[in-house]
């Protein structure tokens, strides 16, 4: 794939368009195209087959935990790396067809992580949950029916797109809900980090990465010893199955630093002497401020 230019940069994102993913995604990349694809996998094929520039996809949630198919397509894709981050709060909105009014409503479809998100409001409204692949496309399915009773649970983004009127706004149980985006690429490449906009990479350097410890007593402590050694904050430790063999794990760590400074640099080195195999996913510039939705 050629260097993208202004107008040619693609970047994918999963779900439909509306998502939260495609709002980070607008924000990480004003002036890229957005190409929204089905699942994780194949947002992850779509940046190994050098199909798009990069993508956009949530690591986690501030309420409801990682999102651990996330994790294990970059365990996946050895290639891909992360090149950027954002923060969105995450505001649902009860969307229903125009003329409809909140009384009418007595089912609402959506992502079953965004119905558990509003369970509180929508048990206090007597509003039955419906299942739905994501939030987005539970709108588009709302706006086709055009049933006067049904809502969707998605974004004002997602109500706009799709023709629906907001019945009811941040109806999140939690009203710090924050979910963490990264971009995606094929390669480390800096001018594609150079297309995030000014204001979103002015954090301290930040470097994720997965590991697998050796099969020895005090091994994960031993792995933990050179961050607090050359005095590095840790923002995340996860572990989760390898897949290599039953109840063999690897760990994804997040701390502050970039390798390129002596210090981050020595630890990984002590890192590596001490582990099985370390692989980088990525440095960039940490989020420094929660993105509204638009």
């Known amino acids: 794939m050629d260097r993208p230019t202004a107008t040619s940069l693609t970047v994918a994102y999963q779900g439909m368009a509306g998502a939260f993913s495609e709002a980070a995604a607008a924000a990480l990349f004003p002036e890229a195209r957005l190409e929204g694809q089905r699942t994780f996998a194949e947002v992850f094929s779509a940046v190994a087959e050098r199909r798009v520039d990069a993508a956009v996809v949530p690591l986690e949630n501030s309420h409801a935990g990682s999102v651990v198919e996330v994790y294990d397509q970059l365990l996946q894709h050895r290639t891909v790396t992360m090149v950027?981050?954002?923060?969105?709060?995450?505001?649902?909105?009860?969307l229903g067809v125009p003329g409809a009014t909140l009384a009418q409503i007595t089912a609402v479809r959506s992502h079953p992580q965004s119905l558990s998100q509003c369970d509180e409001w929508l048990r206090a409204h007597r509003i039955e949950p419906i299942v739905a692949f994501d939030n987005a496309g539970a709108a588009a399915e709302v706006a086709a029916a055009?049933?006067?009773?049904?809502?969707?649970?998605?974004?004002?983004?997602?109500?706009?797109?799709?023709?629906?009127?907001?019945?009811?706004?941040?109806?999140?149980?939690?009203?710090d809900n924050v979910t963490r985006f990264v971009a995606i690429a094929l390669e480390p490449d800096g001018s594609l980090a150079l297309r995030v906009p000014a204001a979103l990479r002015t954090g301290p350097r930040k470097t994720s990465l997965v590991y697998a410890t050796r099969n020895e007593p005090g091994a994960l402590t031993g792995s933990l010893a050179p961050f607090a050694a050359a005095g590095l904050q840790l923002t995340k430790i996860e572990s989760r199955p390898s897949k290599a063999a039953p109840w063999d794990?690897?760990?994804?760590?997040?701390?502050?630093?970039?390798?390129e400074v002596r210090q981050a640099g020595e630890a990984l080195d002590r890192l590596r002497a001490v582990c099985a195999w370390v692989q980088v996913l990525g440095t960039y510039a940490a989020a420094t401020k929660v993105l509204e939705p638009d």
């Open 84 to 94: 950027a981050e954002a923060m969105v709060r995450v505001r649902y909105c009860l």
């Open 146 to 175: 055009k049933d006067r009773s049904v809502a969707g649970l998605a974004s004002r983004r997602a109500g706009r797109h799709y023709g629906l009127a907001v019945l009811a706004d941040a109806i999140e149980t939690a009203k």
């Open 249 to 259: 794990y690897v760990f994804y760590l997040d701390f502050e630093g970039d390798p």
